[in-house]
């Protein structure tokens, strides 16, 4: 069996999957806070591309990709499926584990599949400038890459804790043209207020996000972009899982688990959807589904299922979602992009009505998991990345105990190699363990909007 296992050029998907077409039952729908009613396209239009809008309440099972964004996907697509064969012997597992690898893209991680598709529509539409937030810098970059192509202004805020972390990320930033900011700034009304009460705070994606969507509402020529969470950004993602089911086909492989990280949702909802369209159709019913997080935030795992604001300043839709509380500000972790509050509601629903599983682990025992992988398949991951990794040792040492061959799936969402100081905090003894207080989760949930649907 071979050890990597590619699709050629013409073989990237020329549709995305719209799993909002096969749910039994969809999310409710999300709220404007200003009239507390649905939100309908011209609650959006200030902020959004028309053709992203449309995507985003979408019903349409699969919906074309345009040939210019497929043209520029042939870059990095379609990603490779590699089966993990030393560190299935280094594990003495009787379990089969392959990875999808999403580090090829030029700013190493799934996220350029969206950043592609997003910017292209803001620049048929006009726009000059696209404005948005970054956790750990894999969004930041991908946005600053798909500018640079098409000739947009990019500006964004870095969560200041990533910031101060990962300062080679804000360099690759700048070099595809793009301006980075330290969030919160005192560059906007969200930013001053949160200075104003915590001038030291390590910022926030729910802090970021209140600071890029009043950049975008404040002017005239800029619209905002989301690397994660809404619905079509999940939809652009699906080009992962459908590339994975067509490699594990041609393997003679069925997927018995499938496992990718989870902050907002994207890259878990790239890879899941697919396999999750197939066991809501019956095709395929057995394959377990598993969202990783970190239980310094673990949205799924302690979170609560409600309506509630994807930002901190309430300036987003209300919506109906896993949340720890939009005040939520999370300690400042590694896994940058794993830092947030809320929950994907389309991966929300379908956790709530049981397709997915959620765990969560402590960073030393992910940053565990992350070497022995980087010494057996040699690819450094990334932070967020190797919550999957660890997960997917756990289920391959299950299977040693009790000698199944499963056939275990992770989505490897992107590299390492901006993140080597979180490393180096590993290997020398100095990375830190965090479990948030559940009396502080309480406290947090406690300031949720009220909501009448």
Not at 259 to 271: L, T
Not at 315 to 335: D, E, K, N, V
Request: charged share 25%; hydrophobic share 35%.
């Amino acid at each position: 069996m071979k050890s990597r296992i590619i699709l050629d050029e013409d073989e990237i998907p020329k549709q995305w999957y719209n799993i909002q077409a096969d749910m039994p039952n969809l999310p409710k729908p999300p709220i404007n806070p200003a009239t507390m009613k649905p939100v309908g396209p011209d609650d959006l239009k200030p902020i959004f591309a028309d053709e992203l809008i449309r995507q985003e309440m979408s019903t349409k099972k699969y919906i074309d990709i345009p040939d210019e964004v497929r043209e520029i996907l042939t870059q990095y697509r379609p990603s490779p499926l590699y089966r993990a064969k030393r560190l299935e012997e280094k594990l003495k597992t009787t379990a089969k584990i392959y990875f999808k690898y999403e580090g090829l893209s030029p700013p190493g991680s799934h996220k350029a599949n969206t950043a592609i598709a997003q910017v292209y529509y803001n620049a048929k539409q006009g726009i000059e400038r696209i404005a948005t937030e970054t956790g750990a810098g894999q969004w930041g970059s991908s946005l600053a890459y798909a500018t640079q192509i098409f000739g947009l202004e990019c500006m964004v805020y870095m969560v200041r804790g990533s910031y101060d972390q990962k300062p080679y990320r804000k360099i690759m930033m700048e070099t595809w043209g793009a301006q980075c900011y330290p969030s919160p700034t005192d560059m906007t009304d969200a930013g001053r207020a949160v200075l104003k009460k915590n001038p030291d705070t390590a910022g926030s994606l729910g802090i970021a996000i209140s600071e890029a969507v009043e950049d975008a509402a404040k002017h005239e020529n800029t619209n905002y972009a989301l690397g994660s969470v809404l619905n079509h950004v999940c939809l652009h993602q699906t080009v992962i899982g459908q590339e994975t089911q067509k490699q594990l086909e041609i393997a003679e492989e069925k997927a018995d688990v499938v496992i990718a990280c989870a902050g907002g949702g994207s890259n878990f909802a790239g890879i899941a959807f697919p396999f999750i369209r197939d066991q809501i159709s019956g095709k395929d019913r057995d394959t377990e589904i598993v969202a990783v997080e970190p239980s310094a935030c673990p949205t799924l795992t302690k979170g609560l299922y409600a309506y509630d604001f994807g930002d901190v300043a309430g300036l987003t839709p209300i919506m109906m979602m896993y949340t720890l509380g939009h005040a939520f500000i999370p300690p400042a972790i590694h896994s940058g992009g794993l830092r947030y509050h809320g929950m994907a509601p389309l991966v929300s629903k379908l956790h709530a009505d049981g397709y997915i599983n959620a765990v969560s682990y402590h960073q030393n025992e992910v940053f565990e998991s992350a070497v022995m992988f980087a010494g057996c398949e040699g690819i450094i991951p990334a932070p967020e990345s190797a919550h999957a990794i660890k997960a997917a040792v756990d289920k391959a040492l299950e299977c040693r105990k009790t000698g199944e061959e499963k056939t275990i799936v992770f989505n490897l969402s992107g590299h390492g190699h901006f993140d080597l100081s979180s490393y180096q905090a590993f290997l020398s003894g100095k990375l830190q363990d965090y479990e948030y207080p559940a009396d502080l989760i309480r406290e947090s949930l406690a300031d949720l909007p009220k909501v009448e649907v």
